[in-house]
């Protein structure tokens, strides 16, 4: 794929952008990712946290759910779900979603240049089910509702500002979004087995309060041009998948992620990592569980990320709780495994602004329940 020396120029660039696209030749399609030997080498044994991470890395827990971060008075939520990394001066913040029902929502944990918690606090209440979601341009998080005619909201990781249902955004089961500046869109995943993948134009960029919904529209195999038709009804009164005659179906929509004209996404329900290429608005398969040679490493697809090597970083919901890398070359191989978690799964992979520090939630943690949550940190030397 080719995507290192894209990123480069990115993030050279002053762009959020952290992992690349394909580098496109004619009508060719790279083949999917396959196992192979990692960039870091061979996890080892289980640290202090029952984490497996290469040599030269260290974890530690951030966060508990129901206990208070750090020596703030805040009690961390339950179910930690999707996640991003905002720049905050010489330090960041960390945004977690909380999927529960009721009261969902999202928080925030602030850090100080040298990554001590200096602070932790509520940015969303009274939501359902927040699942996934995805950074701004702008730096806002819009965090997203995984129920049945679902909103998303826009709010302010620093807590200042009051959160803002953005409903011309779409009522659907909605997981993850990722904002693609260049079009001046914001693309959306759908977690339901014959759901679809969207984008949203807002009618002014930076401003989410009004646009058009649009559905991706394409033939039934796994690569090739797409089109993008309006979604005549947002509210959702008619399920938007269904609105639209041949809008193309995913299964079980998941993490979304975009850097540099293509946007990333995957879909559980059949173990794949979808590529959208912008730019040239065609689609095909980064990643596919079921056409690797030997055992998949991969499995159980979920949240993404990417790092400024042009690395993609993929958690498990349940496989072998594992978040796995998939090179720029094609290959994919686990980067860390969580043991004696079987019950869980692992969400929210977000790095730190300088790319050093890579923040993840295992949702439901030892207790296999959502008031068992851990949420952690993992340092060490990512590829630039």
């Keep these: 794929m080719e995507r290192r020396s894209l990123l480069r120029a990115a993030v050279l660039g002053g762009t959020s952008a952290a992992l690349g696209g394909t580098l496109w030749r004619g009508a060719a399609y790279a083949a999917p990712a396959q196992p192979g030997a990692g960039p870091y080498g061979p996890l080892g044994s289980p640290d202090a946290n029952g984490i497996r991470l290469p040599s030269g890395f260290t974890s530690r827990v951030i966060a508990r759910s129901g206990q208070r971060v750090g020596t703030t008075s805040y009690t961390w939520h339950n179910a930690p779900d999707g996640g991003a990394c905002y720049a905050d001066g010489t330090g ?32 969303l209440s009274n939501t359902r089910t927040n699942c996934a979601g995805g950074k701004t341009p702008w730096n806002t998080w819009l965090s997203c509702e995984e129920v049945d005619r679902g909103y998303v909201f826009e709010t302010d990781p620093w807590g200042a500002k009051a959160s803002v249902r953005r409903d011309a955004m779409g009522r659907f089961k909605h997981e993850a979004a990722a904002a693609d500046p260049v079009r001046q869109v914001v693309y959306m995943t759908e ?9 949203f134009r807002p009618t002014t960029w930076g401003d989410l309060s009004s646009g058009t919904l649009e559905v991706m529209v394409a033939g039934s195999g796994t690569s090739g041009p797409v089109t993008w038709a309006r979604v005549p009804d947002p509210s959702g009164a008619t399920a ?17 992620y975009y850097a540099n004209d293509t946007c ?8 794949r990592v979808w590529q959208y290429n912008a730019a040239a608005q065609t689609i095909e398969l980064a990643y ?17 990320t990417g790092s400024s090597s042009g690395d993609l970083f993929v958690a498990e919901d349940g496989g072998n709780m594992e978040i796995c890398v998939i090179t720029p070359d094609d290959v994919v191989a686990p980067f860390l495994r969580i043991d ?15 790319g050093t520090r890579l923040y993840f939630s295992s949702q439901r943690g030892t207790s296999g329940s959502s008031s068992g949550g851990i949420t952690y940190e993992v340092k060490g030397p990512f590829r630039a």
Excluded at 191 to 199: P, S
Excluded at 240 to 256: D, I, P
């Design 340 to 354: 004696g978690q079987s019950a869980s799964e692992i969400t929210g992979p977000a790095f730190s602004p300088d």
């Design 288 to 304: 596919d569980d079921s056409l690797v040679s030997g055992t998949a490493p991969l499995t159980g697809v979920d949240n993404v």
């Design 240 to 256: 938007t998948r269904s609105q639209v005659s041949g809008a193309k179906r995913f299964n079980g929509g998941e993490g979304c």
């Design 92 to 123: 960041w913040i960390y945004v977690s979603n909380s999927e529960i029902n009721p009261g969902g929502g999202a928080s925030a944990v602030k850090f100080s240049s040298t990554g001590a918690i200096t602070g932790a606090y509520r940015i």
């Design 191 to 199: 977690d339901v087995t014959d759901g679809c993948f969207y984008r």
């Design 264 to 271: 990333w996404f995957t879909t559980k329900g059949d173990n």
